[in-house]
């Protein structure tokens, strides 16, 4: 086949092109993992009974802030990652600061509370439960936003999935969150922030074979 | 740099252009950009050490990103380093399927996509007929009426027995299609 041949095939009977479909199918990639893994929490796990206590009600909003600036930081990362080029002028270890900055939080907590409350602190009740759940409930909307990045034109594969990834994870954590009986600085930083990150490795393992066009 | 500036202002004005459906900027700019995609694999082909014969192929098939992605392009953003993100990514793409060693493509500066320009078409390996052939018929046909023989969105629907915005999706589809096609040919 000639070039010529090809580029008119192309550009006969032309149709216009609606560039704001990226942004678009993202966010309703995003919104809809998003109400998928709570629907998830809610139906499997159930709601925490106790939050009309406002202090549990406060904590949840700890939790379900991190896990929330987690995913937002991220979701502007990832949107940038699925145009061509888009991964030479994004700052990537923003993503990383929101676990920082917990990690620096939660080590203030244990260090202003006496070694024997540390255990309690760090393990919480139904750690493994914590541990099992998040990445469950991130694998819905893993596979929605990968879906709707499969649609735009990531040239940087591995780190396009790790960011969605860490989306993902982010959501599944904020779907926990509504479940979750533990209200400590240091179980978050280290269970959520754990989870999430595990997450973010996985997406960059499958990034590379599934998002390739 | 001035020339190169020049360049990506009026490739971005004809990818603007083409993007709102203006089918003569856009065949321009496809044009163009077949020129510079051939110098810049020439190029590349050789310092990985592959044949000049593949160079043709590889156009022709960031020809066809270019255009199934072009929902992608920012327009806000320049063009040239869109174009080379694409490029270099289907360049490595091909080294990696032909189980080149050299897959480490350096970052270069995105105006190296623009700085050479060849007019010195080969015709690909690539036969369009057999590649239609195996697509789906409607899709298949969609494309043979729309893009092929330039029939009218209108006409073709008509012909086809459907309505007009299916035969917009099975242009679409098919097109997408046929990308994906290009690239599993390529492989082999």
């Keep these: 086949m000639k070039t010529?041949?090809?580029?008119?095939?192309?550009s006969t009977n032309l149709e216009p092109v609606n560039t704001h479909k990226v942004v678009r199918s993202l966010w309703i990639a995003t919104v809809a993992g998003l109400v998928l893994a709570s629907l998830t929490c809610i139906v499997t796990l159930g709601m925490r009974p106790d939050l009309n206590n406002p202090g549990v009600?406060?904590?949840?909003?700890?939790?379900?802030?991190?896990?929330?600036?987690?995913?937002?930081?991220?979701?502007?990362?990832?949107?940038?990652?699925?145009r061509p080029g888009g991964e030479n002028h994004s700052q990537i270890f923003l993503?990383?600061?929101?676990?920082?900055?917990?990690?620096?939080?939660?080590a203030v907590n244990l260090i202003l509370v006496p070694a024997s409350d540390w255990s309690h602190l760090v393990m919480g009740e139904r750690l493994l439960q914590c541990l099992l759940s998040i990445p469950i409930m991130a694998?819905?909307?893993?596979?929605?936003?990968?879906?709707?990045?499969?649609n735009a034109a990531p040239t940087n594969l591995l780190r396009t999935g790790a960011l969605a990834g860490l989306v993902a994870g982010g959501i599944g954590a904020m779907a926990y969150a509504l479940h979750c009986p533990n209200d400590s600085l240091?179980?978050?930083?280290?269970?959520?922030?754990?989870?999430i990150v595990l997450c973010t490795l996985a997406g960059a393992a499958f990034g590379p074979r599934l998002l390739r066009w | 740099m001035k020339t190169e500036n020049a360049k990506e202002a009026s490739l971005r004005t004809l990818m603007i252009a083409g993007l709102g459906g203006d089918g003569a900027a856009y065949r321009a700019l496809l044009s163009e950009l077949s020129g510079h995609l051939r110098a810049y694999y020439r190029g590349r082909l050789v310092r990985a050490g592959?044949?000049?014969?593949?160079?043709?192929?590889?156009?022709?098939?960031?020809?066809?990103?270019?255009?199934?992605?072009?929902?992608?392009?920012?327009?806000?953003?320049?063009?040239?380093?869109?174009?080379?993100?694409?490029?270099?990514?289907?360049?490595?793409?091909?080294?990696?399927?032909?189980?080149?060693?050299?897959?480490?493509?350096p970052i270069e500066d995105a105006s190296e996509i623009i700085a050479a320009d060849s007019a010195q078409a080969m015709e690909s390996n690539l036969d369009l007929n057999k590649l239609l052939a195996k697509l789906p018929d409607k899709v298949r046909l969609a494309i043979q009426y729309v893009k092929i023989e330039g029939l009218s969105v209108v006409e073709a629907a008509a012909r086809c027995g459907i309505s007009e915005s299916a035969t917009k999706m099975n242009v679409h589809r098919g097109l997408k299609q046929l990308s994906s096609v290009i690239s599993q040919e390529k492989a082999k």
């Design chain 2, 50 to 105: 592959r044949g000049m014969e593949e160079t043709e192929d590889l156009v022709q098939e960031a020809l066809m990103a270019v255009h199934t992605r072009r929902h992608t392009y920012d327009p806000t953003q320049l063009l040239t380093p869109w174009v080379y993100a694409i490029a270099r990514y289907k360049l490595i793409d091909h080294l990696r399927q032909n189980q080149s060693t050299v897959t480490n493509v």
């Design chain 1, 186 to 195: 240091p179980f978050v930083a280290f269970w959520y922030g754990g989870t």
């Design chain 1, 4 to 10: 010529e041949q090809l580029i008119d095939l192309l």
């Design chain 1, 95 to 106: 993503a990383g600061l929101p676990f920082v900055a917990l990690l620096a939080l939660a």
């Design chain 1, 57 to 82: 009600l406060r904590f949840l909003f700890v939790k379900v802030g991190f896990a929330a600036v987690v995913s937002i930081l991220g979701w502007r990362l990832l949107l940038k990652h699925t």
């Design chain 1, 139 to 150: 694998v819905m909307p893993f596979a929605v936003i990968v879906w709707a990045v499969r």
